[in-house]
């Protein structure tokens, strides 16, 4: 009778961590599609201030050229 209870609960713990493990892996599929919304966000947040950089790399360049030369040693 002794034997009985423990396969009881054996078999109560196998079930129980088969639900948790179904439960578990039926979400991964949301979780990727959460992550692939997630990447695009970020690499569009990337190329936004790699233009943004860029742009304001061509400013200064502009305003360097239209700046006269000097010599480091004039004050």
């Known amino acids: 009778m002794e034997t009985a209870g423990w396969a009881?609960?054996?078999?109560?713990?196998?079930?129980?961590?088969?639900f948790v493990l179904k439960y578990v892996l039926d979400q991964v599929p949301a979780i990727c599609q959460q992550a692939v919304v997630a990447i695009k966000a970020i690499r569009e947040a990337r190329?936004?201030?790699?233009?943004?950089?860029?742009?304001?790399g061509l400013r200064e360049s502009?305003?360097?050229?239209?700046l006269p030369e000097t010599d480091g040693d004039q004050k």
């Not at 009881?8 to 088969?18: K, L, Q």
């Not at 502009?62 to 239209?66: D, G, I, P, S, Y």
């Open 8 to 18: 009881t609960v054996a078999v109560g713990m196998i079930a129980s961590v088969a």
């Open 47 to 56: 190329e936004a201030l790699r233009t943004d950089e860029a742009r304001e």
């Open 62 to 66: 502009e305003v360097r050229k239209a």
